[in-house]
Nanobody
């Protein structure tokens, strides 16, 4: 079983950038499909980005395409989400997720505790 801990959230101005990190322990992330979800107050949880278990296949939610980039460093057992050109509507709690399948399911098996991202206008 893998444990996930997010970091890197915070307050940023519109147009700015943040990089979220997800440190995994217990198992190596190379054996998992990984991804990010987010949830804003009063809204449903939203898919943000995912990377297949082999690390070569990625996918993004429509609202973040072209602005966010998912990556991982197997040596550090850490996944990242680089967020550029941030908008106020990106404000949410961001969750790191992992799944033992080849690609992330709509409801992944493992979740971190979340990190808050707030974008001011």
């Amino acid at each position: 079983q893998v444990q996930l801990v997010e970091s890197g959230g915070g307050l940023v101005q519109e147009g700015g950038s943040l990089r979220l990190s997800c440190a995994a322990s217990g198992r190596t992330i190379s054996t998992y499909a990984m991804g990010w979800f987010r949830q804003a107050p009063g809204k449903e949880r939203e898919f943000v980005a995912a990377m297949g278990r082999d690390g070569t296949r990625t996918g993004y939610g429509e609202s973040v395409k072209g602005r966010f980039t998912i990556s991982r460093d197997n040596a550090k057992n850490t996944m990242y989400l680089q967020m550029n050109s941030l908008k106020p509507e990106d404000t949410a709690i961001y969750y790191c997720t992992a799944d033992s399948l080849t690609y992330l399911r709509a409801q992944p098996e493992y979740w971190g505790q979340g990190t808050q991202v707030t974008v001011s206008s």
